[in-house]
């Protein structure tokens, strides 16, 4: 059974700082990666998908892969109270199927 | 808002009863999973219908079922449930690409 793993956190950072969330996952065949974020009591929206090594930029967020290391992060650059929520870290199940292996999430609180 | 719909949005069931939840997939997808998410846990995969077909299981006993239709929506139903059935079950859906996008979910409180 493949195992990501997430710091439950709280992290909490002020307004309009960098807030950085990590992962780390257990399978080496692994292919590809998600960030969801969680608002309380509502359903993962998704953020950020990443398949190569590297950085992926989408505005003020930036995933960032390595497989070697088998981490994954997200960097949220200027944070917004509208950003405090849960982040969820993906992975796929197998190489060839859908299914989502999730982490616990990490609670993010940006304070103005 | 993803195209997801699913229904109905809560719903409170004594053990040993029977449920069944409803999920509608985005227009031109045709791959729909299921999860289960308790309290602050993450959410946990159950199954996963392709065209029809179950195409994947997670660790979930047999009274967890589902169903794929025609039109790509999906069935959840769980029969004699447990205390511990109670979360927020997810209903996702894709292309055979891997890129999933969730329901607003439905609320399950077993009693």
């Known amino acids: 059974q493949k195992e990501v793993e997430q710091n439950s956190g709280p992290l909490s950072v002020p307004e309009g700082a960098i807030a950085s969330l990590n992962c780390t996952y257990s399978?080496?065949?692994?292919?590809?990666f998600f960030w969801y974020r969680q608002y309380s009591g509502k359903s993962p929206e998704l953020i950020m998908s990443?398949?190569?090594?590297g950085d992926k930029e989408d505005g003020r967020f930036t995933a960032q892969l390595n497989k070697a290391s088998q981490y994954v992060s997200l960097l949220i650059r200027d944070s917004q109270p509208s950003d405090s929520a849960t982040y969820l870290c993906a992975v796929n199940k197998d190489q060839a199927g859908t299914a989502l292996i999730f982490g616990k999430g990490t609670t993010l609180s940006v304070s103005s | 808002e993803t195209g997801v719909t699913q229904s109905p949005t809560h719903l409170i069931k004594t053990r040993g009863q029977q449920v069944t939840l409803r999920c509608s997939s985005q227009s031109g997808h045709n791959t729909v999973s299921w999860y289960q998410q308790a309290l602050g846990q993450g959410p946990q995969f159950i199954f996963q219908?392709?065209?029809?077909?179950?195409?994947g299981r997670g660790n979930f006993p047999p009274r967890f079922s589902g169903l794929q239709f025609p039109n790509y929506s999906s069935e959840l139903n769980v029969n004699a449930l447990e205390l511990d059935d109670s979360a927020l079950y997810l209903c996702a859906s894709s292309t055979s690409t891997d890129t999933q996008y969730f329901g607003p979910g439905t609320r399950l409180t077993v009693l």
């Open positions: 219908y392709y065209r029809e077909e179950e195409n």
């Open positions: 399978d080496r065949g692994s292919q590809s």
């Open positions: 990443i398949y190569s090594n």
